[in-house]
């Protein structure tokens, strides 16, 4: 029998789901559009987000509506109250973004059962995911089927990259290595402080033994705040472009989806590329809520790599264990599967 929630959502058709944090995060929600179009293509699916990630959205055709929070006076509470959805689904809870919704009264909260707020949320999911052995997607397109009473599969949408962006990357690589059609690869250093980080200049290293044995042409990319970082790898590796801060996110994107291979710690870089289905090595360490269990890609053209662990351990975060000779190795044998 159905729940009173469970009814309505089975009757909405207006439905938005709010993640207000990070790249990474929020590509790892897209699995939860395609589930609910999956139950009703006749919904109505929004997303309410930071204006930081609408380069990410605008790849997702399958999306009827975004809302960015900084384009709205009161932000979320306009969008809410403009709007007047059936149904919100909070991935990631926030007391204000909660709170906000039910002062509202949409008709259907759903979220996390175990905040102290979590009376704000007229359907409450109880799942603990800082100590789950579950992917963050799964957890998400989990609270579509504990409210839908049915399984749906972790599917990411279509991704179609800007077409002004791919033309603006392509005039960007003739300008940067003087003629078209580049076969390259890219290096990311940084990971915006969300994991433990392989240090910098073991990528340049790693960039200057991948050109060695495969020719493809380094790149090195980052945002401005990693300027050091970049400028270490480069320091390591005489053929490489350092791209640091010189493209939009937007062109970012395009210029991940034309490499041959990308390389970064855990980061937005892996996550986008996952979705583009770009080859990618991803540098994670162990602890559960931070590791690949949790926060892989969404693609089958991976390698994961993490610190070894010794008998007795559980756990290892020392990514200095991590070898420049095995990542390279693990990126040619990527290479030549593909």
Not at 11 to 20: C, G, L, P, S, Y
Not at 63 to 71: K, M, P, V
Not at 222 to 249: D, H
């Amino acid at each position: 029998m159905k729940n009173k929630e469970t009814q309505i959502f089975y009757e909405a058709r207006n439905i938005a789901i709010v993640r207000t944090d990070r790249i990474g995060d929020m590509i790892l929600t897209l699995p939860m559009v395609s589930a609910l179009k999956e139950f009703n293509p006749s919904f109505r699916i929004s997303i309410i987000a930071r204006k930081y990630v609408k380069p990410v959205l605008d790849c997702v055709k399958i999306l009827d509506a975004t809302y960015y929070i900084e384009d709205f006076e009161l932000g979320i509470s306009d969008i809410l109250s403009k709007y007047r959805f059936d149904c919100i689904f909070f991935p990631h809870p926030v007391l204000k973004e909660a709170y906000i919704a039910y002062r509202i009264g949409v008709p259907i909260r759903i979220g996390s059962g175990y905040r102290w707020y979590s009376f704000l949320y007229n359907h409450c999911i109880y799942e603990h995911r800082k100590k789950s052995y579950r992917h963050e997607a799964e957890h998400n397109v989990n609270m579509i089927s504990d409210v839908a009473g049915r399984h749906f599969e972790v599917k990411l949408p279509h991704f179609e990259v800007n077409n002004d962006s791919g033309i603006y990357v392509n005039e960007f690589l003739k300008q940067e290595f003087g003629k078209f059609d580049i076969n390259y690869f890219i290096v990311h250093p940084g990971s915006g402080g969300s994991a433990y980080e392989w240090e910098a200049e073991n990528f340049g290293k790693l960039a200057s033994l991948i050109y060695e044995q495969t020719g493809l042409y380094p790149v090195i990319t980052g945002n401005q705040n990693e300027g050091e970082k970049c400028l270490l790898a480069k320091k390591y590796c005489q053929y490489a472009q350092n791209f640091c801060g010189q493209l939009n996110l937007s062109e970012f994107i395009a210029l991940i989806d034309k490499a041959k291979l990308l390389i970064a710690n855990s980061t937005g870089a892996l996550h986008i590329a996952g979705a583009l289905n770009v080859p990618l090595i991803g540098l994670y360490p162990n602890t559960l809520h931070i590791s690949s269990v949790r926060w892989a890609p969404l693609t089958n053209r991976a390698i994961i790599i993490s610190p070894p662990i010794s008998s007795g351990e559980k756990y290892c975060d020392d990514m200095s264990l991590i070898s420049v000779e095995f990542v390279a190795d693990s990126a040619i044998e990527l290479l030549n599967s593909v």
